[in-house]
């Protein structure tokens, strides 16, 4: 079973470079995997089993992005032949344009290492981090659905109040900021501690739910 969420991503600058790419990865190796295939069935009239790992010698770049992004692609490339094939209405696979194709790319959750108590801990920050700036009903359902799809998988969401001050916090010495402005993009602490806003944000969340779960 697939559940889908949909919500709006406010990526760093850091993030949409690494998005960017992705996209552009994602594209490319569709258009490298059709080409070979076409190629091939040219040739042999036999329909080629490439997968990605085809190409990341040749072309190494593919390694800087997620490969589950990739793993995909060889899916969706085998989905739009399997139309073809069945209702040739569907219509041939078609090479993705930089211009006229939408910038996407499907990815899984993966339940590994994340970090303590068998959490996942990431979709639990992203739907934590969603909440200090989404107060709607679009974010509970977010994180009703959440709680019940962790549920199912024996997991525990945890929730942390909103008024908790990650931004304002020092992740190191645990001092609060009176005032910090969206536009300070590092943390800067009289204690030292130098940091990215999001990664210091980040580690309290998971500090506050690591005690939270201790308590
Ligand atoms: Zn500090």
């Known amino acids: 079973m697939n559940i889908a969420y949909r919500f709006r991503i406010y990526p760093t600058e850091e993030q949409k470079i690494l998005l960017g790419k992705t996209f552009g990865c994602c594209r490319f190796l569709y258009n490298q995997m059709l080409n070979d295939k076409i190629r091939e069935y040219?040739?042999?009239?036999?329909?080629?089993?490439?997968?990605?790992?085809?190409?990341?010698?040749?072309?190494?770049?593919?390694k800087e992005v997620d490969s589950l992004a990739l793993a995909n692609v060889q899916l969706h490339?085998?989905?739009?032949?399997?139309?073809?094939?069945?209702?040739?209405?569907?219509?041939?696979?078609?090479?993705?344009?930089?211009?006229?194709s939408q910038n996407s790319y499907t990815t899984n959750v993966v339940n590994g290492n994340i970090l303590v108590e068998d959490i996942d801990m990431k979709a639990m920050s992203q739907c934590l981090h969603f909440g200090k700036s989404v107060q709607d009903n679009g974010y509970g359902m977010f994180r009703n659905m959440l709680?019940?799809?962790?549920?199912?998988?024996?997991?525990?969401?945890?929730?942390i109040d909103r008024f908790f001050p990650s931004s304002k916090k020092c992740s190191k010495c645990g001092k609060i900021k009176k005032e910090l402005k969206l536009s300070e993009r590092v943390y800067r602490c009289?204690?030292?501690?130098?940091?990215?806003?999001?990664?210091?944000?980040?580690?309290?969340?998971?500090e506050e739910a690591r005690r939270m779960l201790t308590a």
Do not use: Q
């Open 147 to 159: 709680d019940y799809k962790l549920a199912w998988k024996g997991k525990k969401l945890v929730k």
């Open 77 to 100: 490339l085998e989905k739009a032949y399997k139309n073809f094939f069945r209702d040739p209405k569907a219509g041939f696979p078609r090479f993705k344009s930089k211009h006229h």
């Open 42 to 62: 040219k040739k042999t009239k036999k329909l080629l089993k490439n997968t990605p790992a085809m190409y990341k010698k040749e072309y190494p770049f593919l």
């Open 190 to 206: 009289t204690c030292g501690n130098e940091m990215d806003r999001d990664r210091n944000a980040a580690i309290n969340i998971r």
